[in-house]
């Protein structure tokens, strides 16, 4: 049977969830604009991934927008204790599925308001400014994070997309929960805001963690994935979980069979010899 086995992480040194966690970004439509195709397997998937041990889900109020999250809304308890929702402001779509930066102050708490609506949970339990905007001092973006959780309406502030020196200016202003940037097997160039989030204890969630499409130049990963059973892409998480206790990756999908598998990888016991080859 399939279960998640990854071990814990506490989220601001409170919230306890299981590493690997569901990035809900691909429930929508194409181009994460719109509605997906069969809302009703959306739903289902979301479902499964709790039924899995999925306890950690990811979202964004630009992922849609607003209907990634209204869909979370719809099919999980939202609000139960062993459940932890984070989601993020500070990006603009459009119908050329553009995203734009959008850090002003005002925007971030009408931003916040409408993702507790859709999401049905108050307060939030993680939000996370999406992106520094270069038309918004970054201070004052997260300055208004900070005073959505000493209102009560965030339990806790995460960022994304952050330079080590933006997570250091950050945490001047307010304890930084986690931090989401770019990061897996084969693209590692944020490895030093990981490093800082592991001196810091703080989560580290890498986007694009299956790295589609860039497995093949990964040194021996045919050859590991072979020895465990495995598929490639359950290897590169295998290896995310292995690479630093403070990860918490987020594979997205919208197919149930996919969701299985990704939970699947938090099975695989890569050896060290293993992990030192892939890295």
Request: aromatic fraction near 6%; glycine fraction near 8%; hydrophobic fraction near 40%.
């Amino acid at each position: 049977m399939v279960t998640n086995e990854s071990d814990t992480f506490d989220i601001g040194g409170e919230l306890t969830v299981n590493r690997l966690g569901f990035g809900a970004m691909r429930i929508t439509g194409d181009d994460v604009i719109g509605e997906p195709d069969d809302a009703e397997n959306a739903r289902r998937v979301l479902e499964r991934a709790v039924e899995l041990g999925v306890d950690f889900i990811d979202t964004a109020d630009s992922y849609g927008p607003g209907v990634s999250e209204r869909l979370i809304g719809e099919a999980l308890d939202t609000e139960r204790e062993d459940l932890v929702i984070a989601t993020k402001g500070g990006l603009l779509r459009n119908t050329d599925a553009d995203w734009l930066p959008h850090g002003d102050p005002d925007y971030l708490r009408n931003a916040q308001l409408c993702s507790r609506d859709r999401l049905r949970m108050d307060p939030i339990d993680l939000y996370q400014f999406h992106r520094p905007d270069p038309d918004t001092p970054f201070e004052e973006s997260v300055h208004t994070l900070a005073e959505l959780k000493d209102e009560g309406l965030v339990r806790h502030v995460g960022l994304s997309n952050v330079s080590v020196d933006q997570l250091d200016r950050a945490r001047e202003i307010v304890e930084i929960a986690t931090v989401q940037n770019q990061y897996n097997i084969a693209n590692r160039e944020d490895e030093a805001v990981l490093e800082a989030c592991e001196d810091a204890g703080i989560g580290f969630i890498p986007w694009y963690p299956l790295a589609a499409g860039e497995l093949d130049d990964v040194e021996g990963i045919e050859e590991i994935a072979q020895r465990h059973d495995a598929t490639p892409y359950q290897i590169a998480l295998a290896w995310l979980l292995g690479h630093s206790d403070v990860t918490l990756p987020i594979p997205g999908t919208s197919s149930i069979e996919h969701l299985e598998q990704n939970v699947a990888a938090s099975a695989i016991d890569l050896s060290d010899d293993e992990l030192a080859r892939l890295s």
